[in-house]
Nanobody, 118 residues
Framework: QVQPVESGGGSVQSGGSLRLTCVDSAHTAGEYRMNWHRQDPGKEREFVATIRRNGDSVKYADSVKGRFTISTDNAKNTVYLQMNSLIPEETAVYYC???????????WGQGTQVTVSS
C-alpha cells in the first residue's frame, strides 16, 4: 500500500500501443505529483511524463511528446500512461512514482516490463 503498483506492460510490435496502469491508494492528495520513468538495463533512468494528482501541470519528455498521454482517474486511485506509436528503443522497465514536495519523499513501484519488437 505504501508503494504504487504498475501493470499493463507486455510485448507489442513497433507502431503498436500499450496502456500502463499505476494503482496508488496511499498518495491520493492533489499535492502529489505522479511520474512515469523508464530504464533499460545498462542505461540511466529516464523521465517520461508527470502529472499532479489533481490533473494539473502535465509535462512530457521531448521524445514521447505527441505519442504518450498521462492521465488520472481519482475515483480508482489510478494513473495511466497511454503509449502510442511505440518504437523498439522504448523497450524498458517502466516505473510509476509519487512525489510530495512538502516532505521531499518519493514512493516508487517495482515497475512493469515493456518490450517493443521490430
Amino acid at each position: 500500500q505504501v508503494q504504487p503498483v504498475e501493470s499493463g506492460g507486455g510485448s507489442v510490435q513497433s507502431g503498436g500501443s500499450l496502456r500502463l496502469t499505476c494503482v496508488d491508494s496511499a498518495h491520493t492528495a492533489g499535492e502529489y505529483r505522479m511520474n512515469w520513468h523508464r530504464q533499460d538495463p545498462g542505461k540511466e533512468r529516464e523521465f517520461v511524463a508527470t502529472i499532479r494528482r489533481n490533473g494539473d501541470s502535465v509535462k512530457y519528455a521531448d521524445s514521447v511528446k505527441g505519442r504518450f498521454t498521462i492521465s488520472t482517474d481519482n475515483a480508482k486511485n489510478t494513473v495511466y500512461l497511454q503509449m502510442n506509436s511505440l518504437i523498439p528503443e522504448e523497450t524498458a522497465v517502466y516505473y510509476c512514482g509519487a512525489d510530495q514536495a512538502s516532505s521531499g519523499n518519493s514512493f516508487w513501484g517495482q515497475g512493469t516490463q515493456v518490450t517493443v519488437s521490430s
